[in-house]
């Protein structure tokens, strides 16, 4: 007669049997065995409004608290400068964690002073969640150029609430937004707001423009970075990042890198730890129609090339800027007779949508179709891009 065994599980349980090879003995010792408890969240904002309260209590365990250790810090000295802390959130099940890419790794500091990329990860990195459980977790990769970290612990045992991800696509100025985080270290704080602006770009760690971040003036202190922007769903929008501040301080103006950026980060560094951004080579500026009219060109808007790298795909494609300069409108050194990019791959360049938003969406090795304008003269340009260098000595898309 074969024996049919099972393991009961409520929480943390004890196994209370087990199948052996066949002689039907008894294991020596009761098992302990862990188990993943998974709270998924849904119906928020089902009855319409936007209820803050209702945000934080449901969402809030989903929220964690990172700490980051590099050479020489302790848990008890995190303020000597050897260790950091931030935020981040649970992802899924599995036990992924997404944060800010600065979080757990030693470098630069976007809102601050210097611009080098960042030059290694931390030693130790731990999450806490909001139940108090503190676990080591790994650093599975991270992307400086969109300033994303991904995370992953052992869920064994844990209570984990995953966050949904959002859209970042038809977001509109105004609508409510909660962010949630561990500013100055006080962990599980709200903080509301509104979308102040979108389409604004802000420097990454490789000084290479984020594009597409969303502004807000919910209160994004230190310590808030790397937990999620929030709408009245509860849908992440977007990992809070940056703060303008000529105090340090919360004062209205914070970024968020928007999800769509999150979300392509998350899944390559989730495949290969890794995240490689196409590169063009050039430096550009945008159009506008007074500026259009006086450099003589049928086309109000675009991508006026200031400057192209040697060797790059833009300089093999036969890409130039103007070698006669005006000055126009308070600005001096305004090329003219180079080229202007209208378009990539058929989609127009716009103020929303411009040339670094666009290369930054392809990868190394895609090949991309450009409309160029010079004088009065259309063409179109196909270019394969090379993989974005590590650093950028200028916001080059």
Do not use: W
């Amino acid at each position: 007669m074969r024996r049919l065994c099972a393991v009961i599980v409520a929480g943390l349980a004890l196994g209370l049997a087990a199948c052996g090879g066949g002689d039907g003995r008894q294991a020596e010792g009761p098992r302990k065995v862990e188990t993943t408890r998974v709270n998924v969240v849904e119906q928020i904002g089902k009855k319409g409004g936007f209820d803050a309260g209702e945000i934080y209590d449901r969402l809030s365990p989903g929220v964690v608290t990172v700490i980051s250790l590099f050479d020489g810090g302790s848990l008890l000295s995190r303020g000597d400068g050897e260790g950091g802390q931030g935020s981040g959130f649970v992802l899924d099940g599995d036990g992924y964690v997404a944060t800010n890419a600065h979080v757990v790794t030693e470098g630069r500091n976007p809102a601050g002073e210097g611009r080098a990329a960042p030059t290694r990860k931390a030693k130790q990195v731990f999450v806490e969640f909001s139940d108090g459980n503190r676990v080591k977790t790994d650093i599975v990769g991270a992307d400086p150029n969109a300033d994303v970290g991904l995370l992953k612990v052992d869920p064994r045992g844990l209570s984990l609430t995953p966050l949904r991800l959002g859209s970042s696509g038809h977001l509109r100025v105004g609508e409510p937004v909660a962010a949630i985080g561990s500013p100055f270290g006080e962990q599980q704080s709200l903080s509301v707001g509104v979308i102040s602006a979108l389409d604004r770009n802000i420097e990454s760690l490789t000084a290479f423009q984020i594009g597409n971040a969303i502004q807000t003036d919910a209160a994004i202190n230190p310590g808030n970075s790397g937990g999620p922007l929030l709408d009245a769903r509860g849908r992440v929008l977007g990992i809070n990042a940056q703060i303008r501040s000529t105090s340090g301080g919360g004062e209205g103006v914070g970024y968020a890198i928007p999800v769509d950026a999150v979300r392509r980060s998350v899944r390559e560094l989730r495949t290969s730890g890794k995240v490689d951004y196409g590169f063009l080579g050039v430096t550009s500026r945008s159009l506008y129609p007074q500026l259009a009219d006086r450099l003589g060109l049928d086309v109000r808007d675009g991508a006026l090339i200031v400057d192209v790298q040697d060797g790059s795909p833009a300089d093999d494609a036969g890409l130039k800027a103007g070698g006669d300069k005006i000055d126009f409108q308070g600005e001096e050194g305004i090329p003219k007779d180079g080229d202007v990019i209208v378009a990539v791959d058929g989609h127009k360049l716009s103020r929303s949508d411009d040339l670094a938003d666009l290369i930054s969406a392809k990868s190394a090795g895609d090949e991309v179709e450009l409309d160029v304008v010079r004088g009065h003269d259309h063409r179109t340009v196909n270019v394969k891009l090379d993989k974005r260098p590590s650093e950028s000595p200028r916001s080059r898309p």
